[in-house]
Nanobody, 125 residues
Framework: VQLQAFGGGLVQAGGSLRLSCTAS????????VTWFRQAPGKEREFVAA????????FYTDSVKGRFTISRDNAKNTVYLQMNDLKPEDTAVYYC???????????????????WGQGTLVTVSS
């Protein structure tokens, strides 16, 4: 399985970006797909996830109300719509796939089997 994340870029504070994550040789429709991010000098942190069985959405507190994770099964793509971006959102964003992940581990990057290459989001003040 190969994941590809794209859509990052440079944006001013208050702006928006939409990240996309696609997978080769696998359908997303039954998987938990999650977005993480990693800022320079910091650990990789959970951003948002869509639970595979129910579609329940999870967000880290700092992005609630600003970011939205969604999925288009027909396009086999998971999106992260990011609005009202802030300089502290600057990071490399990764999508990750956890075919067998359990809900209690959804925020743990070590629980994921497959990772995209990351896409850089830079928010200027």
């Amino acid at each position: 399985v190969q994941l590809q994340a794209f859509g990052g870029g440079l944006v001013q504070a208050g702006g928006s970006l939409r990240l996309s994550c696609t997978a080769s040789r696998r359908s997303f429709s039954r998987d938990t797909v999650t977005w993480f991010r990693q800022a320079p000098g910091k650990e990789r942190e959970f951003v948002a996830a869509m639970w595979r069985r129910t579609g329940t959405l999870f967000y880290t507190d700092s992005v609630k109300g600003r970011f939205t994770i969604s999925r288009d099964n027909a396009k086999n793509t998971v999106y992260l719509q990011m609005n009202d971006l802030k300089p502290e959102d600057t990071a490399v964003y990764y999508c990750a796939l956890g075919p067998s992940i359990i809900m209690s581990s959804i925020r743990n990057p070590r629980a994921y089997d497959y990772w995209g290459q990351g896409t850089l989001v830079t928010v200027s003040s």
